[in-house]
């Protein structure tokens, strides 16, 4: 039986690993190369880093950071942020990651869908998309929006038929992250979660809200998601990985099992 | 020295990152002389089926993976789709394969189960083998997988795995293992049947 994944998720920026609450106020908290390792150790089954860096300088950065990471942790890790072109994502996956995510750059551009995942395969070519809760109105029927640049532009688009369309274009996997339980660690958006795995025949990865293991619970059960993203959470010690697993397995939720090597 | 084995079939990077941390020499490449050099050979990859052996036919890599397989007798692991071109034929783009093993490769039956699956499952040891040593029964693996094999010969299944239905996830006959599963991206207990295969005489 396929098991649920825990994906701990490092926010990069400049080569370090930082937090903000929604989507503002980052702070600096460690080295991202030493952090996949101890979340690798500790039983996560996959690591997403998140560049949020602005400039080439930087991005080049980010490249070695996946590149060290290889030598390092011996599970799928994934790289989103900031990838807008062919050549962006084929330089990610070379220096070593499983995945790349695509976010803002996809919705202005469905095509780099397409070509990732015709060059790649599908299994590589992660669209994660940021979700926030409107009014139903004729254009998004579902009550979902989806924004873009890290929250601040709305797109009038709507966030279960833009996942469909992803899935449509060869989207291996869908990142879905509620903009508004973002950063509380009040628990995840069960329902946005559900309504997207219910519309979807790809693995939907919830993120956003986590912030105790009951709500990883909730999320794998009510919520139906196959993998949940978790930040804050672990980051500043209030919860091992290895607890959250505990947590779950006790609950009749599958999870992996994990030895020590 | 361990050749992995270059037909373009993805990410290559991480399993040379794995033999080394292992400690073993590895070099990815399709030069047949450091292939006939190479004491034993990975045989790794993503992709598709008939998209993989066009790769093999046009490099001429098909006919000297045969010989260092059949002749040479070389510890020979194939990984994804490695495994199921090891077989006659693939459903996926009614792609000829190998032939080194006879059967076939078919999709997952449809089902409310998601295609691909992607994500860790267990892998059922039903025959005890050196590269399982160490490996408890039943340990989760890395899978990324739309096909499956279907060997003619049941005595070459070493591993199974529920997906739907129970799918042979690994195979063993002579010098030759092959996984569906990722040993390079299964964490402790993938390192440890790499280390076996990396350490394996027959």
């Known amino acids: ?261 | 020295m361990i050749a992995i084995i270059d037909y373009e079939g993805g990410n290559l990077t991480s399993v040379l990152r794995a033999v080394q941390h292992l400690g073993f020499e590895g070099e990815i490449t399709r030069d047949p002389d450091a292939i006939d050099r190479a004491e034993r050979l990975i045989f790794p990859g993503v992709g598709a089926a008939g998209a993989s052996m066009d790769v093999l036919n046009r490099t001429n890599l098909t006919d000297l993976v045969k010989e260092q397989v059949v002749i040479q007798k070389k510890p020979f692991l194939a990984i994804c789709i490695g495994i199921q071109i090891l077989f006659d034929h693939s459903e996926e783009d009614d792609a000829d394969c190998l032939g080194l093993l006879s059967g076939q490769v078919k999709r997952f039956p449809s089902s409310e189960l998601k295609i691909p699956q992607i994500g860790w499952n267990q892998v059922y040891q039903v025959r005890p083998h050196p590269v399982f040593q160490g490996v408890p029964d039943g340990s989760d693996f890395y899978f990324v997988n739309s096909y499956y094999s279907i060997p003619d010969d049941s005595s070459v299944v070493i591993g199974e795995t529920d997906y739907g239905i129970r799918f042979t996830s690994a195979v063993a006959k002579d010098n030759l293992i092959a996984t569906q599963f990722h040993l390079e991206k299964s964490g402790p207990v993938g390192l440890r049947m790499l280390k076996n295969f990396c350490e394996w005489s027959i």
Not at chain 1, 132 to 150: L, R
Request: proline share 3%.
């Open chain 1, 1 to 261: 039986m396929l098991t649920k994944r825990i994906i701990p998720c490092l926010d990069v920026r400049a080569g370090k690993v930082t937090k903000g609450v929604e989507f503002k106020n980052n702070i600096d908290i460690g080295d991202p190369v030493a952090m996949a390792k101890k979340y690798y150790e500790d039983g996560a089954e996959e690591i997403v880093f998140y560049d949020i860096t602005a400039s080439s300088d930087e991005r080049d950065i980010m490249i070695d950071v996946v590149s060290r990471t290889a030598k390092e942790i011996f599970i799928p890790y994934s790289v989103g942020g900031g990838l807008r072109t062919f050549d962006d994502l084929r330089r990610v996956l070379l220096a070593g990651a499983e995945k790349v995510s695509v976010n803002s750059s996809a919705v202005l551009n469905p095509d780099i869908i397409a070509e990732g995942a015709k060059a790649f395969g599908s299994q590589c070519v992660v669209l994660s998309m940021d979700v926030k809760q409107v009014n139903p109105t004729e254009n998004i029927p579902s009550g979902y929006e989806i924004y873009i640049n890290g929250g601040r532009k709305a797109m009038g688009i709507d966030a279960i038929e833009w996942a469909k369309r992803g899935e449509e274009l060869g989207a291996g996997e869908l990142v879905v992250n509620s903009i508004d339980a973002d950063g509380t660690q009040d628990g995840f958006e069960l329902n946005l979660t559900r309504r997207m795995a219910e519309s979807v025949g790809v693995p939907v990865i919830a993120s956003g809200g986590g912030g105790a293991p009951e709500h990883l619970y909730d999320v794998f059960t009510e919520g139906k998601a196959d993998a949940a993203i978790v930040a804050s959470m672990i980051h500043f010690g209030a919860y091992t990985i290895a607890e959250i697993k505990h947590y779950l397995h006790e609950r009749g939720v599958p999870v992996r099992k994990t030895f020590s090597s």
